[in-house]
């Protein structure tokens, strides 16, 4: 396979929609089944081995089939977890003797022997999801690609998605304003304002290229949308029956895994290839179960137990595996429940978070108003269909893990990590002892005679204290929370009672509510909580990751003043999964995960530093203190208001015209071209330099000579660190770029908003305010240039190391690259001339962005790291790397210092079609070699 992956004459997608196709297809239809070959990719009909299980699910509809797998009479299909029985149908679906090979199926079938082996299965998705931040770089990718094939001589038409694709535009809102009944409309109003370029060249993609489809902004966050509207479960297409499956440039992706779609987070590298008809090649994976039983308490929420299930198996170690929730305790959480819980699969490190399909989810798609005819029958007949009531159906997993609901209790997690839980009865105490920590996770090392340190200010002619701890931001944003009915109806209930009691937040902080659809809207406004919810700040702002992705927006200058004219460790309080550093914004320093309810009861209080058993919110007007138990609603109460509001009716109105509801959206004007004109004067669309030099003669691989350090750092470096998302700063390099460009702080937008022009997402590479540069011993976007040895911007330090010929590389400790699937977190370390990046562990997604943009990963051998190996970062390196047809997966090679020492590493292409891909330069310079041939 990994000598020639690429099928020019099968291009073919079973899962593509209607629309133009290589006029090889039909003829290269089999008549084995008649008039409907399209079971097959190109002449796949003829070589599939498994022709002979295709089924007819309804005599009354002959027309329709599927691959029926029971007919594989194999007693090893039935103790297959229910995960890996999709990767297996695919493989069968799919099967062609080429791309999907009869072996690959019979590793998937022995799967409890093979999962151990490290083999390679191959994995073609139904289709793939992309949001605007990641989608705007693909797009981008897409026309310099066009650009490419054209100029070595291939026809750039043939660069067009064959695996369908959805963009939903949810990352580019911003919460500028809040508090204010038309916040929503002049958030979106500056939305366009600022993105116009953006929004004109995605739209021009929709129309230039087939099989993608854009859902607008304003309509929602992109797992929601997906979860109620894109989800098929079990996809009927060109008379063939099969699940729905995705890959997904978000890592939250897997939130779809809660309805019992299969689906995970990629690279944005990774996904453009999936788009052009590129099996995903992936370790055939562990499966963990993950058992719940009992139920859990009145007083607990979906987000309480994903919190409890995040920090367990981050302690358990899950990365690179699957895990699948199954026992009786599954049957108590209803979708939206199950689907906060797969949505945060990427904090504690999973692949996927898969729950089967069972009668529960059948309910919800009914209830979203999702045809429903056939799938039950379908999911039955093939053994997908589950019943978590009936042990005899528990299959084999790799491990099994215990979790009773009844001892979950209301937590949060923070202040810098998602997986660091804290129950909320140890809030207080926990704030306490990470105010005086050594700097870290759950350190801000605050000398002791400052911790209760006070700051007086004026706001709006009102006088106002902040101290460390005091809540700064609160916000009800993210796919984690806002799609689940029980936790936003919650935090209404909450609201009204807190009004109702007397209650107020204070004007400074910045409180806002974004809700994952316009659904969430309409059942707010319905059960008459949506007033309460205004009262107390909390009016929406828009219909978008907003808070959680870094679209905070900017604080009041007085508070900005207060806090860092005192070094005041200020806290943001959120219902999202992420809180990394310099994330949610550059002034908040602590950040925690919470469940709307405590969002608002946080901002209530005023600060983090509150023990609700003891200490009150507030008082009443007859000076009655006030409790947090004295307004919480119980599940019985939320369940109540669910079943009444949350109704069908609701999903039609929302989703039957989302494609066509935004006016600004409709009125885009986009060319018709098939190659795009690029603006040389536009600061977010740039055709990117990836593809310069490229021709169709391959280098052999050559080892890196010499190469500088240009960073040190240490463990849990994020994509966020790597390439920021928020703010551009006024002093950094990217803004130098964009005023010298002519544009002024406020057209700064963010550089999420920019991924589309690599002048300044190279800028942009490591300028997180919070990484912590071991060369300079603080938090900084700085680092030594060693010749010199100036302390410098780290993008000017690589430029100088360019013009002086050196090559460079990065040394990093464990889980390097975690956080979010950002493309952009390879493709800036490649533009700065980053050869290669040595760590003790990667984060599975950014691995994969590495190898597709040609920086090797190499990783320490077990027991070692840059300390038992005396490494300062000052050496110089030399890797080097074997002749071509000598590198092998996985293998070790040798690293020599400039001070004569020499050790091993692990060159971490874990497959042979990676290093297919390290041979061409990257996965995107091998796929435009393909189309050129």
Request: include cysteine; glycine fraction near 8%.
């Given at each position: 396979?990994?000598?020639?992956?690429?099928?020019s004459?099968?291009q073919?997608?079973?899962?593509?929609?209607?629309?133009?196709?290589?006029?090889?297809?039909?003829?290269?239809?089999?008549?084995l089944?008649?008039?409907?070959?399209?079971?097959?990719?190109?002449?796949?009909?003829?070589?599939n081995?498994f022709?002979?299980?295709?089924d007819?699910l309804?005599?009354?509809?002959?027309?329709?089939?599927?691959f029926?797998?029971?007919k594989?009479?194999?007693?090893?299909?039935?103790?297959?977890?229910?995960c890996?029985?999709?990767l297996?149908?695919?493989?069968?679906?799919?099967?062609?003797?080429?791309?999907?090979?009869?072996?690959?199926?019979?590793?998937?079938?022995?799967?409890?022997v093979?999962?151990?082996k490290?083999?390679?299965?191959?994995f073609r998705?139904?289709?793939?999801?992309?949001?605007?931040?990641?989608?705007?770089?693909?797009v981008?990718?897409?026309?310099?690609?066009?650009?490419?094939?054209k100029?070595?001589?291939?026809d750039p038409?043939?660069?067009?998605?064959?695996?369908p694709?959805?963009?939903?535009?949810?990352?580019?809102?911003?919460?500028?304003?809040?508090?204010?009944a038309d916040s929503?409309?002049k958030?979106?109003?500056?939305?366009?304002?600022r993105?116009?370029e953006?929004?004109?060249?995605?739209?021009?993609?929709?129309?230039a290229?087939?099989?993608?489809?854009?859902?607008?902004?304003?309509?929602g966050?992109i797992?929601?949308?997906?979860?109620?509207?894109l989800?098929r479960v079990?996809?009927?297409?060109?008379?063939?029956?099969?699940?729905?499956?995705?890959?997904?440039?978000?890592s939250?992706?897997?939130m779809?895994?809660g309805l019992?779609?299969?689906?995970?987070?990629?690279?944005?590298?990774?996904?453009?290839?999936?788009?052009l008809?590129?099996p995903i090649?992936?370790?055939?994976?562990?499966?963990?179960?993950?058992?719940?039983?009992?139920?859990?308490?009145?007083?607990?929420?979906s987000?309480?137990?994903?919190l409890?299930?995040?920090k367990?198996l981050?302690?358990?170690?899950?990365?690179g595996?699957?895990?699948?929730?199954?026992g009786?305790?599954?049957t108590?959480?209803?979708?939206?429940?199950?689907?906060?819980?797969a949505?945060?699969?990427?904090?504690?490190?999973?692949?996927?978070?898969?729950?089967?399909?069972?009668?529960?989810?059948?309910?919800?798609?009914q209830?979203?108003?999702?045809k429903?005819?056939?799938i039950?029958e379908y999911?039955?007949?093939?053994?997908?269909?589950?019943?978590?009531?009936?042990?005899s159906?528990?299959?084999?997993?790799?491990?099994?893990?215990?979790?009773?609901?009844?001892?979950?209790?209301?937590?949060?997690?923070g202040?810098?990590?998602?997986q660091?839980?804290?129950?909320?009865?140890d809030?207080?105490?926990?704030?306490?002892?990470?105010?005086g920590?050594?700097?870290?996770?759950?350190g801000?090392q605050?000398?002791p005679?400052h911790?209760?340190?006070?700051?007086?200010?004026?706001y709006?002619?009102?006088d106002?204290?902040?101290?460390?701890?005091?809540v700064?931001?609160?916000?009800?944003?993210s796919?984690?929370?806002t799609?689940?009915?029980?936790?936003?109806l919650?935090?209404?209930l909450l609201?009204?009672k807190?009004?109702?009691?007397?209650?107020?937040?204070?004007?400074?902080?910045?409180?806002s509510?974004?809700?994952?659809?316009?659904?969430?809207?309409?059942?707010?406004?319905?059960?008459?909580?949506?007033?309460y919810?205004?009262?107390l700040?909390?009016d929406?702002?828009?219909?978008g990751?907003?808070?959680?992705?870094?679209n905070?927006?900017?604080?009041?200058d007085?508070?900005?003043?207060?806090?860092t004219q005192?070094d005041?460790?200020?806290?943001?309080?959120?219902s999202?999964?992420?809180?990394?550093e310099?994330?949610v914004?550059?002034n908040?320093?602590?950040?925690y995960l919470a469940?709307?309810?405590?969002?608002?009861?946080?901002?209530?209080a005023g600060?983090?530093?509150?023990?609700?058993?003891?200490?009150p919110?507030?008082?009443?007007?007859?000076g009655?203190?006030i409790f947090?138990r004295?307004?919480?609603?119980?599940?019985?109460?939320?369940?109540a208001v669910e079943?009444?509001?949350?109704?069908?009716?609701?999903?039609?109105?929302?989703y039957?015209?989302?494609?066509?509801?935004?006016?600004?959206?409709?009125?885009?004007?986009?060319?018709?071209?098939q190659?795009?004109?690029?603006?040389?004067?536009?600061?977010?669309?740039?055709?990117?330099?990836?593809?310069?030099?490229?021709?169709?003669?391959?280098q052999?691989?050559?080892?890196?000579?010499?190469?500088?350090?240009?960073?040190?750092?240490?463990?849990?470096?994020?994509?966020?660190?790597?390439?920021p998302a928020?703010n551009?700063?006024?002093?950094?390099?990217?803004?130098h770029?964009?005023?010298?460009?002519?544009?002024?702080?406020?057209?700064f937008?963010?550089?999420?908003?920019r991924?589309?022009?690599?002048?300044?997402?190279?800028?942009?590479?490591?300028?997180?305010?919070?990484?912590?540069?071991?060369?300079?011993?603080?938090?900084?976007?700085?680092?030594?240039?060693?010749?010199?040895k100036?302390a410098?911007?780290i993008?000017?330090?690589?430029?100088?190391?360019?013009?002086?010929?050196?090559?460079?590389?990065i040394?990093?400790?464990?889980?390097?690259?975690s956080?979010?699937?950002?493309?952009?977190?390879?493709k800036?370390?490649?533009?700065?001339g980053?050869?290669?990046?040595?760590?003790?562990?990667?984060?599975?997604?950014h691995?994969?962005?590495?190898?597709?943009m040609?920086?090797?990963p190499?990783?320490y051998r077990?027991?070692?790291?840059?300390?038992?190996l005396?490494?300062?970062?000052?050496?110089?390196?030399?890797?080097v790397i074997?002749?071509?047809n000598d590198?092998?997966?996985?293998?070790?090679?040798?690293?020599?210092?400039?001070?004569?020492?020499?050790?091993?590493?692990?060159?971490?292409?874990?497959?042979?079609?990676?290093?297919?891909?390290?041979?061409?330069?990257?996965?995107?310079?091998?796929?435009?070699?393909k189309?050129a041939?």
């Open positions: 396979r990994s000598s020639d992956l690429w099928p004459s099968r073919c997608c079973v899962a593509c929609r209607p629309g133009p196709r290589p006029p090889s297809h039909c003829e290269q239809r089999s008549s089944l008649g008039d409907r070959p399209r079971y097959f990719r190109g002449s796949a009909a003829m070589s081995p022709a002979h299980i295709v007819t309804d005599p009354q509809q002959p027309e329709k089939k599927f029926n797998l029971n594989l009479e194999d007693s090893r299909y039935a103790q297959l977890p229910f890996i029985r999709v297996l149908e695919a493989a069968v679906r799919n099967c062609d003797e080429f791309l999907v090979k009869k072996n690959d199926v019979e590793n998937i079938l022995n799967w409890s093979m999962q151990h490290s083999v390679e299965v191959p998705p139904a289709r793939v999801i992309l949001q605007d931040f990641t989608g705007v770089p693909a981008v990718d897409f026309a310099a690609m066009r650009d490419a094939v100029k070595l001589g291939g038409e043939k660069i067009n998605p064959i695996c694709a959805d963009l939903v535009i949810d990352h580019s809102i911003q919460v500028d304003f809040n508090k204010r929503l409309q958030n979106q109003d500056l939305e366009f304002e993105n116009r953006r929004f004109e060249f995605l739209k021009w993609g929709s129309q290229f087939q099989n993608m489809r854009i859902i607008p902004p304003g309509s966050i797992h929601q949308v997906n979860l109620e509207y989800a079990v996809f009927d297409q060109d008379g063939l029956y099969y699940p729905d499956s995705l890959v997904g440039t978000d939250h992706t897997t779809i895994d019992g779609v299969l689906g995970w987070g990629v690279g944005g590298i990774e996904a453009e290839a999936v788009m008809g590129q090649s992936m370790v055939l994976p562990e499966v963990i179960g993950y058992k719940l039983m009992g139920q859990p308490h009145q007083l607990v929420t987000t309480d137990i994903v409890t299930i995040t367990h981050r302690q358990v170690g899950v990365v595996k699957f895990v699948e929730f199954y009786p305790g599954v108590q959480l209803s979708i939206a429940d199950r689907a906060t819980i949505n945060m699969c990427p904090e504690y490190g999973a692949t996927a978070a898969f729950f089967p399909v069972d009668q529960v989810s059948i309910n919800y798609l209830q979203t108003e999702k429903v005819k056939n039950r999911l039955e007949a093939v053994g997908m269909f589950r019943n978590f009531s009936d042990e159906q528990d299959p084999v997993f790799t491990q099994v893990i215990e979790l009773d609901l009844a001892t979950v209790v209301p937590c949060c997690s202040p810098k990590r998602p660091d839980k804290v129950a909320v009865s809030m207080k105490s926990d704030f306490a002892n990470c105010l920590a050594k700097q870290g996770f759950k801000f605050i000398a005679e911790h209760s340190c006070t700051v007086k200010f004026k709006n002619g009102c106002f204290e902040l101290s460390h701890g005091s700064v931001i609160a916000a009800i944003t796919c984690t929370n799609s689940n009915p029980s936790v936003m919650g935090a209404g609201a009204k807190a009004v109702e009691a007397g209650l107020t937040v204070k004007s400074y902080i910045k409180t509510l974004s809700p994952g659809s316009g659904v969430v809207t309409y059942y707010l406004k319905n059960s008459g909580v949506m007033p919810l205004a009262q700040g909390f929406v702002v828009g219909y990751c907003m808070t959680c992705i870094g905070s927006g900017p604080l009041p007085p508070v900005v003043e207060a806090i005192n005041l460790v200020a806290v943001g309080v959120l999202g999964n992420r809180n990394f310099g994330r914004h550059p908040t320093r602590a950040n469940s709307p309810p405590l969002v608002i009861a946080y901002a209530i600060t983090i530093r509150i023990d609700f058993e003891n200490d919110l507030g008082e009443n007007a007859e009655k203190p947090l004295d307004i919480w609603p119980t599940r019985n109460e939320i369940q079943r009444q509001f949350v109704i069908p009716e609701m999903f039609k109105e929302v039957e015209k989302i494609e066509k509801v935004n006016e600004s959206w409709n009125n885009l004007f986009a060319t018709s071209d190659l795009y004109s690029w603006n040389s004067k536009s600061t977010y669309i740039k055709s990117p330099p990836f593809f310069d030099n490229l021709t169709m003669e391959l052999p691989p050559k080892s890196i000579k010499g190469a500088y350090a240009l960073l040190n750092l240490g463990d849990s470096v994020t994509t966020d660190h790597i390439s928020g551009i700063a006024r002093n950094s390099p990217a803004a770029y964009l005023t010298s460009k002519g544009l002024t702080p406020r057209e937008n963010s550089y999420g908003s991924r589309g022009n690599d002048a300044v997402m190279a800028r942009g590479t490591f300028a997180n305010i919070r990484l912590f540069n071991k060369f300079l011993n603080k938090p900084a976007p700085q680092t030594i240039h060693f010749p010199s100036e410098i911007s993008f000017d330090a690589a430029e100088r190391y360019k013009q002086e010929g050196h090559p460079l590389i040394l990093a400790g464990k889980e390097y690259g956080g979010s699937s950002r493309d952009w977190a390879a800036g370390p490649f533009l700065l980053i050869g290669a990046v040595l760590a003790e562990s990667y984060e599975r997604i691995r994969s962005n590495l190898v597709g040609g920086v090797i190499l990783q077990p027991g070692e790291n840059a300390e038992t005396g490494l300062t970062g000052r050496e110089r390196y030399t890797i074997p002749e071509d590198i092998k997966p996985g293998m070790n090679v040798q690293i020599e210092l400039d001070t004569g020492k020499t050790f091993e590493v692990i060159m971490r292409f874990d497959t042979d079609v990676e290093l297919t891909y390290f041979r061409n330069g990257g996965i995107l310079n091998y796929m435009i070699r189309m041939n």
